[in-house]
């Protein structure tokens, strides 16, 4: 009898020691980060919302987190990959169609005249070549247009498309706070239309949780069936003060966690983390890492510059990520 | 053994039968619905886009069902439920500061001159009265107020609050919707804001799923913490083609299933339902018990005039319910 209880007891111990081994794997929860502080924030703060009977528990009907897309889920450089689209859009287009080749604005941008686009207080240039390439056409049309060139360019640099450059810390990011019970919403200053293309098959987020600026689409009942036709009338650009604006109007509840890599993004870290009777987390993701993927704060290549934003996270007690550091690969495996 | 054998088989078709009562009552749905055409067909509906591996199966992400609120999940009369917060609102504003109570067109109303209210192309009285009860204040101030204000007004017809007014076989059909894997969303003309306070309460539907009329939100970092501030500009009106644009900018994805009660809900009851590659659902809520709630179409008392959809319903295949026929009972439980 002893002799049996002993060997049980033994197999029991291996079977406890394998399966402890298991779930101590299992539960890291975020493999692709190094350890460190700003991934001990980020844990720490998810075990505490979602611990019920705990003091921090958030019920899970307030569990929103939001995150900026260019520079936080994905890069913004060497433009902003919409912008990449534009410029790809206009240059198919004024192969096909003479009346567009003709177009100044078009001239210009196939010129590399930079310049002459961003000439003006409102960059009407380049307003007029977002206008061509993101209005006059039905949002199926749009979409079609998007998932064709999705399909096809590559990024200058990397050589791969623009859909396989997600920053896979941020793709764990998005999986496990939504493992807890939280709901992920993109609040970009990028189109919603153009993101809504791709957020569901990309990052696992549905259309109706991406939050980005906007124009009027209008109604019509056509011969083929009703269709919603994209113009340029109240545009409502979802950067800055009007990411909070842009998530009251989409989503109608204050998010307690906010991720951002710009001075675009203070202003709905500010909306998240001040004086939010629930715990709440803000993230600030810094490019500190030039050759795995880019470095800038203060003069971006492009959109992205990081200077408010960052000198207010101490007081704000804002969790500061160092790509170089913390992050110990950047893109998801293709 | 033969005696062993048929007594299992006598338990086993008992427990059989037990099970299947058990399972046919429990399978009913919608139980204050009447049996007949409108429930069988809201019924092979969802049975057929949930049924995985049969022809006319809808994936999840696709599920996207609508519901307008007025006259749809809840009466519009004696007036909208939100008109009659402005109206009490107005009073409340009246008695307290004289400013108010001086201004023209809060005398008209507090006069019952709804004709003064009424009067112009864009009904400015009225307007002004929705400015004053709807702008001004933060986001905040005005959810609290309006929670002050469900929770203590009665309806003058049915004498109990009005979120207890909500029609029971409604209820059960966003329930159905759900229990099959469909994300269900109010699309309402009402006020975004004004529907947000209540709709997870009482519908099940959290914020984010509230589509309505919008207006811009401005934000301010003040001293004690971040606030939005209500404004009356660019007011975007859910309504008539608003609905499908509103649709568009909100859940990004067309829906399969369109429920609404007046020609306000036509166009995105065609969104819905005309050349939609997916099966689709159209429903017209008609309003034919006099007795129980109201009966009107062509001439309502307030919001709510069906004319043109109830017309176009037999050729574009929407099923007409008439609350009278249809159903059981008409509202929630207390």
Do not use: C
């Not at 803000?282 to 000198?311: C, F, M, W």
């Amino acid at each position: 009898m002893t002799r049996f209880r002993a060997f049980w007891s033994a197999i029991a111990a291996y079977l406890f020691i394998l399966l402890s081994a298991g779930l101590a794997q299992a539960a890291d929860p975020l493999p692709s980060w190094n350890d460190g502080e700003a991934k001990t924030a980020i844990i720490d703060y998810v075990t505490k919302v979602a611990s019920e009977g705990q003091p921090g528990f958030v019920p899970v009907e307030e569990r929103v987190a939001v995150f900026d897309n260019d520079g936080t889920l994905w890069p913004e450089n060497p433009m902003p990959f919409q912008m990449a689209y534009a410029v790809d859009e206009t240059k198919r287009l004024a192969a096909t169609d003479p009346r567009v080749a003709a177009d100044p604005m078009v001239k210009a941008l196939l010129a590399g005249d930079i310049a002459a686009l961003m000439a003006g207080p409102h960059h009407d240039g380049l307003l007029h070549i977002i206008a061509l390439t993101h209005s006059g056409m039905t949002v199926d049309q749009f979409r079609s247009q998007v998932e064709d060139w999705m399909a096809t360019a590559k990024h200058p640099r990397f050589g791969v498309r623009y859909d396989q450059l997600t920053y896979q810390p941020m793709q764990e990011v998005l999986a496990y706070f939504r493992a807890n019970g939280f709901r992920t919403y993109i609040v970009s200053g990028g189109g919603a239309d153009f993101m809504r293309v791709w957020s569901q098959r990309v990052y696992g987020i549905p259309p109706g949780q991406v939050v980005g600026s906007t124009a009027r689409v209008t109604y019509e009942l056509r011969e083929a069936g009703p269709v919603l036709v994209k113009t340029m009338d109240n545009l409502v650009v979802d950067d800055k003060a009007g990411k909070p604006a842009g998530i009251h109007a989409s989503i109608g509840q204050r998010p307690i966690a906010v991720f951002g890599n710009s001075d675009g993004d203070k202003e709905m870290l500010e909306y998240g983390t001040i004086a939010n009777p629930r715990p709440s987390l803000g993230v600030i993701i810094h490019h500190t890492d030039a050759e795995r993927e880019y470095q800038y704060d203060l003069n971006p290549q492009s959109s992205g510059k990081l200077d408010e934003a960052l000198k207010q996270a101490p007081e704000r007690g804002w969790t500061v990520i160092s790509m170089k550091d913390d992050w110990k690969t950047v893109f998801s495996p293709q």
